[in-house]
């Protein structure tokens, strides 16, 4: 075996790559554009979604989809989700707020970036 196959060129990225298998082991092919959204949310607690739409240049569709999946799910799919977040009415608007499994993971995840 190559003994420089395996070997961490970049203790940080390795350490963001830690954070990002805590959200893997959620959802083991979670995409791109999940991971995404809950970081933003994470970072934007209570934010509306419609400000995560635009900051991440997301469609109203796919802001749905991925509040969907990272809250409680879509009416109709088998799959549950993975109940990071709420989605709160405001008005005419949804309210995104981290769960305490969202505040638990985004703090265990900073912990492994951070120290």
């Known amino acids: 075996?190559?003994?420089l196959a395996d070997q961490i060129t970049d203790a940080r990225l390795d350490k963001?790559?830690?954070?990002?298998d805590l959200?893997?082991?959620?959802?083991?092919?979670i995409p791109g554009q999940l991971v995404s959204c809950f970081l933003y949310i994470a970072s934007h607690d209570g934010?509306?979604?419609q400000a995560m739409e635009e900051a991440l240049q997301l469609t109203t569709?796919?802001?749905s989809r991925n509040s969907d999946w990272l809250s409680?799910?879509?009416?109709?799919?088998?799959?549950p989700?993975?109940?990071?977040?709420?989605?709160e009415k405001d008005?005419?608007?949804?309210?995104?707020?981290?769960?305490?499994?969202?505040?638990t993971l985004a703090k265990t995840m900073k912990s492994l970036i951070y120290g």
């Open 1 to 3: 075996m190559d003994p």
């Open 16 to 20: 963001v790559q830690e954070a990002f």
């Open 23 to 29: 959200l893997r082991l959620l959802e083991r092919e």
């Open 47 to 49: 934010c509306h979604k």
């Open 61 to 63: 569709a796919s802001g």
């Open 72 to 79: 409680d799910g879509r009416i109709g799919l088998k799959k």
């Open 81 to 87: 989700g993975l109940g990071l977040i709420t989605k």
């Open 91 to 103: 008005g005419r608007r949804q309210r995104l707020r981290l769960t305490d499994k969202g505040k």
